[in-house]
């Protein structure tokens, strides 16, 4: 019969060996993380905007003298289905998650970008706790820069500090990737 100080000892290396084993997790080939569709220019931090609310002005809303982005919200996004019938306003989407790209990157590519999640990253801190995704074209942000938030996120992320300028320039990167948060139909 074995000790007591044997077994613990046989415990131990046990337990030593178990927990020097890769999580199944880590090694799973079925687990794959998801491709990186586009990113902002060479990985350079770009600017950020805010252009709609679903709650009033938002956080930044109110800084701005702004008290309601009813015009905005009451109109329709660049993803949203060519059959009005089926198509939601920006308001009716319910949602602040929705971000604007650059116009000239999503023109002709709706099937490519739109629904696709985006992460962004802000002074160096990546946000996945954000489920944001593109839903619409931002005519302002040029060339492979900029995204364009609700104020919610945008003060969120800049913080309530920074929402009278608008606009924050060279705090962030982004990344959109072939992960789907809302199904796009043509």
């Given at each position: 019969?074995?000790?007591t100080?044997a077994?613990?000892l046989?415990l131990f290396?046990?337990?030593q060996?178990?927990?020097?084993?890769?999580?199944?997790?880590?090694?799973?080939?079925?687990?794959?993380?998801?491709?990186?569709?586009?990113?902002s220019?060479?990985?350079?931090?770009h600017?950020?905007t805010?252009y709609?609310d679903?709650?009033?002005?938002?956080?930044?809303?109110?800084?701005?003298?702004?008290?309601s982005f009813?015009?905005i919200d009451?109109?329709?996004t660049?993803?949203?289905s060519?059959?009005i019938?089926?198509?939601?306003?920006?308001?009716?989407?319910?949602?602040n998650?929705?971000?604007a790209?650059p116009?000239n990157l999503i023109?002709?590519?709706k099937?490519k970008?739109?629904?696709?999640k985006?992460?962004?990253?802000w002074?160096g801190?990546?946000?996945?706790?954000?489920?944001l995704f593109i839903?619409?074209a931002?005519?302002?942000?040029?060339?492979?820069?900029?995204l364009?938030f609700?104020?919610?996120?945008?003060g969120?992320?800049a913080g309530?500090?920074?929402?009278a300028a608008?606009?924050?320039?060279n705090k962030?990167?982004?990344?959109?990737?072939?992960e789907?948060?809302?199904?796009?139909?043509?």
């Amino acid at each position: 019969m074995q000790s007591t100080l044997a077994k613990a000892l046989l415990l131990f290396g046990a337990l030593q060996v178990a927990s020097a084993a890769p999580l199944a997790a880590e090694t799973s080939p079925n687990l794959k993380r998801a491709s990186v569709l586009l990113s902002s220019a060479a990985g350079q931090p770009h600017d950020a905007t805010f252009y709609y609310d679903i709650n009033g002005g938002g956080t930044c809303g109110p800084v701005n003298g702004i008290n309601s982005f009813a015009g905005i919200d009451a109109g329709y996004t660049y993803c949203e289905s060519n059959d009005i019938s089926k198509a939601k306003t920006l308001g009716a989407r319910g949602t602040n998650n929705i971000v604007a790209m650059p116009a000239n990157l999503i023109t002709g590519n709706k099937a490519k970008y739109c629904g696709k999640k985006v992460i962004v990253t802000w002074n160096g801190v990546k946000r996945t706790d954000l489920d944001l995704f593109i839903w619409d074209a931002c005519q302002s942000c040029s060339g492979n820069d900029g995204l364009d938030f609700s104020s919610t996120i945008f003060g969120n992320l800049a913080g309530t500090a920074n929402c009278a300028a608008g606009r924050i320039q060279n705090k962030m990167t982004w990344e959109i990737v072939d992960e789907t948060v809302l199904a796009f139909t043509p």
